[in-house]
């Protein structure tokens, strides 16, 4: 007998009463109307079934850390960057696997079931490597998490307790002990030469071990900050292709055309991939300005156009940065659709994909889709496509993974009381 049968499904590709079979965790197969006794049968009513929601850019160690030591008043950088000064020395390891299991568990109710989160490495103790590699471990059946080694104060510009800046051989005792991607923040460092020097170091570190690199990369309003060309270049000349990704990249909102016009098949050339978080980008680009402000998040669309991969991601929820936000991956994609203007039809299904495959496919996770041979995980969602998804920020009705159902959320319906109306609301368009 089949263990698992979804049925009366729709695909994210528009196909329409699809049977989906689950044996032993695997999709065994993917059909129009089949139906058949199964040990569980799931009637999706006519829902979509969607692959789970992946997060190609987060901070778990400062995730729900909101009110600790205080809250940020001021809702800035500047006040978000001296609040995470004031909370680091007072990080304990238990705390920072609890705050996490704690944001692991708003995840999979929202069906987002593989995160990559950069850690920060500027710390003697490792205290937040070693935290999140627990987690990592206590996760793993229900979530993929991925670890970034995130130079948070710079690799050239922290200076350890004597006075050295002992960073990058922190970078790689963090490697040694499992973190799986190399990261960077060469805007940070001192000068655009140090940026361009650690960019290549970092690159070269990646390549020995054979790692993937994720970067912060000109995070920044400054059109001059190019580090992004330096991380092409060092990919295309390391071999890296296809595993190297540039994250943020605001700068390259507000450069001179022409010179985008050089960068952009540069990008493509490299296999280099693009991570804009939309929700943070906004919030915190333009900051400088008066009027008119700059948007600030990277140039999406255009990244598309070209065939480069687009993704976008969460970045933060409750930390010292943001003081909002809940796992929502269609938040995020709601998000940078606005911030886009990307409101025709192909580019509001792009931007699920950007909370969907494409970050799966930065992650390089395997057995990834709502395909035969493919892991049985999947979000049946309150929506009928994926645009619809994004606007209603459709309630994830039920959660599975390896064909069990891990979290499910009653339909979003309200009631109403009205002479001569329907008495409930589902906010569904037709
Ligand atoms: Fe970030």
Known sequence: MIDLLIKNAVLVDGR??????????????????????????????????????????????????????????????????????????????????????????????????????HVDICDERLLAV????????????????????????????????????TAINLLRLALDKGADVVGGIPHFERTMSEGATSVKLLCEEAAKRGLRVDMHCDETDDPMSRHIETLAFETQRLGMQGRVNGSHLTSMHSMDNYYVSKLIPLMRESGVSAVANPLINITIQGRHDTYPKRRGMTRVPELMAAGVDVAFG??????????????????????????????????????????????????????????????????????????????????????IRRGRVIAATAPNTATISLSGRPATVDFLHG
């Open 130 to 165: 070693d935290a999140l590699l627990e987690v990592k471990r206590r996760v793993k059946p229900y979530l993929d998490l991925q670890l970034v080694t995130f130079p948070q104060d710079g690799i050239g510009r922290w200076k350890d307790s004597t006075g050295k800046p």
């Open 16 to 117: 329409r009463d699809i049977s989906i079979i689950v044996n032993r965790g695997v999709i065994d197969d993917v059909i129009t109307g089949f139906d058949a006794p199964a040990a569980q049968t799931i009637d999706a009513g006519g829902m979509l079934v969607s692959p789970p929601f992946v997060d190609a850019h987060f901070h778990m160690d400062a995730t729900l850390s909101y009110g600790l030591p205080r809250v940020n008043e001021s809702g800035t950088l500047l006040e978000g960057i001296a609040l995470w000064g004031e909370l680091k020395p007072h990080l304990t390891f238990d705390a920072l696997v609890e705050r996490a299991l704690a944001y692991c568990d708003w995840a999979v109710a929202k069906g987002l079931l593989a995160i990559r989160t």
């Open 314 to 399: 969460h970045d933060c929820v409750m930390d010292p940065w943001y003081s909002l936000g809940s796992g929502d991956m269609l938040e995020v994609a709601h998000m940078g659709l606005h911030v886009a203007q990307m409101t025709g039809q192909a580019a509001m299904r792009a931007c699920f994909d950007a909370v969907t495959k494409i970050p799966a496919k930065i992650l390089g996770l395997e057995d990834y889709g709502v395909e035969k041979g493919c892991n049985a995980d999947f979000v049946i969602l309150q929506a009928r496509d994926p645009i619809e998804a994004i606007r209603t920020r459709a309630t994830r009705l039920k959660v």
